[in-house]
């Protein structure tokens, strides 16, 4: 009997571990259940997040697609402007070279430009230089002239004076009506000075005038009283000559 007691409590001590096994293995599954209910949540989100990934990769492909096209589009239309500026480069780079082939041509211009421009100033300087020796010269034709001009003043005023002269002594002459008898028979001057006629006019050798009458001024004539002929020059006698 004890021993079948004994037994009897064996097996219940077995029941009881087995419970407790049985209860432990409840627990671990309640507890593998939460962790794969949890798992599960876990792969829930996961999916989902995955498939918010998977649209925004969608859409970020799509965008990439857009934004690649745009790029293609872009490269092209820069590979147009590429080749319009290569054309516009070659075209500037013909134009440069007329330019420059028309600036030698304006330096060589300008350098037989500046061959003439000096030639025109070594011309103008001889002008100006030819201009002065005129000026010089009109200067000094000026200053000629007018010594001339004040010479012919002087010799105007002694030809009047002479006019003059003459008309008085012509006057003398018809008021005394001084003949050519008186004029031979009378040895004075005809100017009523009281002197003895003492100049002899040449050539033609008539005497009317005494020296100091011809040394004043008072007898300027050119031409004889007696007979018209033109005086070419004067003798002065030292002693009272015979009228004629």
Do not use: W
Not at 22 to 46: F, G, Q
Not at 69 to 78: I, M, N, S, T, W
Request: hydrophobic fraction near 30%; aromatic fraction near 6%; charge should be negative.
């Amino acid at each position: 009997m004890e021993s079948e007691i004994e037994r009897l409590k064996e097996e219940v001590e077995n029941l009881k571990r087995q419970c407790s096994e049985l209860e432990t293995c409840r627990e671990e599954r309640r507890s593998v259940m939460n962790v794969a209910l949890i798992a599960t949540e876990r792969i829930n989100v996961l999916e989902r997040e995955n498939e918010a990934l998977l649209v925004k990769a969608e859409k970020d492909r799509q965008t990439m697609e857009r934004e690649k096209r745009a790029l293609q589009a872009k490269a092209a239309e820069d590979r147009q402007t590429i080749l319009r500026l290569q054309t516009t480069n070659d075209e500037q780079q013909r134009s440069i070279e007329q330019k420059e082939g028309l600036i030698q041509e304006e330096r060589g211009k300008k350098r037989a430009y500046g061959k003439e421009m000096r030639g025109f100033f070594s011309d103008l300087i001889e002008s100006e230089r030819r201009y002065e020796e005129l000026k010089t010269e009109n200067d000094l034709f000026y200053h000629e002239k007018k010594e001339v001009g004040r010479e012919l003043s002087e010799v105007a005023k002694d030809l009047q004076y002479e006019k003059v002269k003459r008309k008085t002594l012509e006057k003398i002459l018809t008021e005394e009506k001084v003949s050519h008898t008186k004029l031979k028979d009378s040895s004075l001057c005809i100017l009523h000075c009281g002197n003895v006629r003492s100049v002899t006019f040449q050539p033609c050798g008539h005497s009317l005038f005494c020296t100091e009458c011809v040394d004043s001024g008072k007898t300027l004539t050119y031409e004889c009283y007696y007979c018209d002929d033109k005086i070419m020059g004067m003798v002065r006698a030292t002693h009272p000559i015979m009228p004629f």
